[in-house]
């Protein structure tokens, strides 16, 4: 279970009301009331982090702030990594990776087939990232939905037996693993550079990682980006990955986030898997993407 404990009370300092909701039936919970407008002080912070350690999936509502103060509101998280691909940095940010499916004058103003597979963000790199903020700026009328898989009930939800074998394993992760296969059909994947490239050396990490701040244990593979358990011969590696797959994100561990208009999603990289349902290619699509290194 996590240490992590909720104080609902509303903040009455200020000209706002800061509330957290937990959201019935799942493992998120929405921040309304949240004025990025003025100094977000310690003990305002502290109720977020809180929340955020017991939600793996946060929704900050009505949220109208600008670039810079997304940038400077997920810095209060930790420091911020920056996506390999530079190509779709949002000018002047480039903190923020640009999501969208929208293509104006030939070119993809965005990533549009970000989270094609399940995974966690940027868990192919040394230091696996801690969250993402994802703010949305155009939605579209249909679809666009994101799923979210709760990783710690899915190891709690492994056999003993499954349990005690993948206990102490490693599993390499690539970025590379599935990128030409995305290429190959999608619009939105540049050749990377040879830079690129040796920016995103495969890593190795445990195939079950305990949460350094709750203690939690949970899985740490995606179909996305595993490509293979360490010290195992491929066959028998491959096996016990689609297991896992498989496994992990079950229905009965998602939580399924319908967009609204000025929503913003904080998760947890180190808790959850995602996932983009998509939507018909003709609607627009943007929302602005910080990480947060772990």
Same mark, same amino acid.
């Given at each position: 279970?996590?240490? +992590? ?6 903040d009455t300092a200020g000209t706002d009301t800061l509330q957290i909701r937990?959201?019935p039936g799942s493992f998120a919970a929405e921040v309304l009331g949240l ?18 350690? @017991?939600?793996?999936?946060? &929704? ?11 940038? @400077?509101?997920?810095? %209060?998280? !930790? ?38 597979? *399940?995974?966690? #963000? ?8 801690? !969250?993402?903020?994802?703010? @949305? ?5 249909? !679809?666009? #939905?994101?799923?979210?898989? #709760?990783?710690?009930?899915? *190891? ?14 490693? +599993? ?5 693993a599935k990128y030409e296969e995305l290429r190959a059909r999608s619009p ?19 195939? &079950? ?16 980006? /595993? /490509? ?7 066959? $028998? ?14 229905? $009965? ?5 319908? *967009? ?6 904080? *998760? ?8 983009? /349902? ?10 602005? %993407?910080? /990480?947060?290194? !772990?």
């Amino acid at each position: 279970m996590s240490t +992590a404990t909720l104080d609902h009370r509303p903040d009455t300092a200020g000209t706002d009301t800061l509330q957290i909701r937990p959201l019935p039936g799942s493992f998120a919970a929405e921040v309304l009331g949240l004025d990025l407008d003025r100094p977000l002080d310690d003990a305002r912070f502290a109720r977020l982090h809180r929340a955020h350690l @017991a939600h793996p999936v946060l &929704v900050f509502r009505d949220l109208r702030i600008t670039p810079a103060q997304q940038v @400077a509101f997920s810095r %209060r998280f !930790g420091p911020l990594q920056i996506h390999v691909l530079h190509q779709f940095q949002l000018p002047g940010h480039p903190e923020i990776l640009v999501v969208s499916n929208i293509v104006e004058n030939g070119q993809p103003q965005g990533l549009g087939d970000a989270g094609h597979y *399940w995974h966690s #963000d940027l868990s192919y790199v040394a230091k696996p990232s801690l !969250g993402s903020m994802l703010l @949305a700026q155009e939605l579209p009328s249909e !679809g666009g #939905d994101t799923l979210f898989a #709760d990783q710690h009930a899915a *190891w709690d939800a492994l056999p003993p037996e499954l349990q005690q074998r993948v206990r102490h394993l490693q +599993a390499e992760h690539s970025y590379l693993a599935k990128y030409e296969e995305l290429r190959a059909r999608s619009p939105w994947r540049p050749k990377l550079s040879a830079e690129q490239i040796a920016q995103v050396r495969p890593s190795v990490h445990p195939v &079950v990682r305990r949460h350094p701040e709750t203690g939690r244990l949970g899985l740490f593979v995606s179909e996305h980006f /595993t /490509t293979r358990i360490v010290g195992l011969p491929e066959a $028998e590696s491959r096996a016990l990955l689609d297991q896992l797959f498989a496994h992990s994100t079950r229905p $009965e561990f998602q939580y399924r986030h319908v *967009w609204r208009e000025g929503d913003m999603v904080f *998760w947890d990289n180190r808790s959850v898997l995602h996932l983009a /349902t998509g939507c018909p290619a003709h609607l627009r699509r943007r929302l602005h %993407r910080t /990480t947060i290194e !772990g």
